[in-house]
C-alpha cells in the first residue's frame, strides 16, 4: 500500500483507513483473498520501529500433532511482540510468522529467527526454526529449486533452496555466519520421530538472482 504524499488522501481517508484497521485488530481473523481464513498482523522492525499490516493465512493442522495444535492455540492467546517476518513456501503451502527468537513459547506461536545470525533484508545467513511436527511438518516434500519467500517490513526477498542435508543435532557448522546473503531454515529429524529427534533437516536456500557455489 502506498503512502499518502502531500496530503493526497485527505482527512476523510486516513480516518477510513483508522477505522478499517481498528476493525482488523479488534477481529483477528478475516477472510484472505484466494477465500481462506486470514490472521492480520502487523510485522514490525524490532531494530526501527517500523510497522506495517499484513495478512497470514491460518494453518492446516491436517498434518500437526494433538499436541502441537493444543499448544499453538493456547500460544494465539499470549501476549507476544509482533512478528518480524512473514515466510512462505507456496509450494508446500507453509505460510507463518517469524519471531525473534527460538525459544520454545515462540515455536508454539509460529516460527522463530535464530539469534546471533543475520537480521531480516541483511546480509549474511539469516536463521529460521520451526516444529517438526507443526509448521515445518510439509518441509519433508521440499526440493531443490523451490521457492522461499521473505516479507519484512523492508519489502520481499525470494531464495530458491540450493541444498537440503541431514546434520547430528550438535552439528552447528550450519549456524555460522557468512558473507553472503542466505537463508537456512532448521527443524528436527525425522520427522515422525518419536520423542527428542537425534538429528536436524537443514534447508539452505540462495537469493534468486545469485547462482549455487561450485562444486
Not at 36 to 47: G, R, S
Not at 185 to 202: K, M, N, S, W
Request: contains cysteine.
Amino acid at each position: 500500500m502506498g503512502r499518502a504524499k502531500n496530503g493526497v488522501f485527505g482527512w476523510r481517508n486516513h480516518s477510513m483507513f483508522g477505522l478499517v484497521v481498528a476493525g482488523l485488530l479488534l477481529s483477528s481473523t478475516a477472510v484472505a483473498r484466494d477465500g481462506t481464513d486470514a490472521e492480520y498482523l502487523w510485522i514490525q522492525d524490532p531494530w526501527t520501529g517500523e510497522s506495517v499490516l499484513t495478512a497470514v493465512r491460518a494453518p492446516d493442522y491436517s498434518l500437526w500433532d494433538p499436541t502441537q495444535i493444543s499448544d499453538y492455540q493456547a500460544a494465539r492467546n499470549a501476549d507476544y511482540p509482533p512478528p518480524l517476518a512473514i515466510l512462505t513456501i507456496d509450494a508446500l503451502d507453509i505460510q507463518v510468522p517469524v519471531w525473534n527468537g527460538a525459544e520454545e513459547h515462540v515455536l508454539d506461536r509460529g516460527a522463530g529467527r535464530i539469534k546471533g545470525m543475520a537480521k531480516p533484508g541483511e546480509e549474511g545467513n539469516f536463521g529460521i526454526s520451526a516444529h517438526r511436527d507443526s509448521f515445518f511438518r510439509a518441509l519433508k516434500d521440499i526440493e531443490q529449486g523451490t521457492e522461499i519467500v521473505v516479507q519484512t517490513t523492508h519489502g520481499v526477498d525470494r531464495y530458491a533452496v540450493s541444498e537440503i542435508e541431514i546434520v547430528p543435532k550438535h552439528d552447528s557448522s550450519v549456524l555460522e555466519l557468512t558473507d553472503d546473503k542466505r537463508l537456512t531454515l532448521v527443524t528436527c529429524y525425522p520427522f515422525y520421530h518419536v520423542g527428542h529427534a537425534p538429528e536436524r533437516y537443514i534447508i539452505t536456500a540462495l537469493p534468486l538472482l545469485a547462482k549455487a557455489p561450485d562444486g
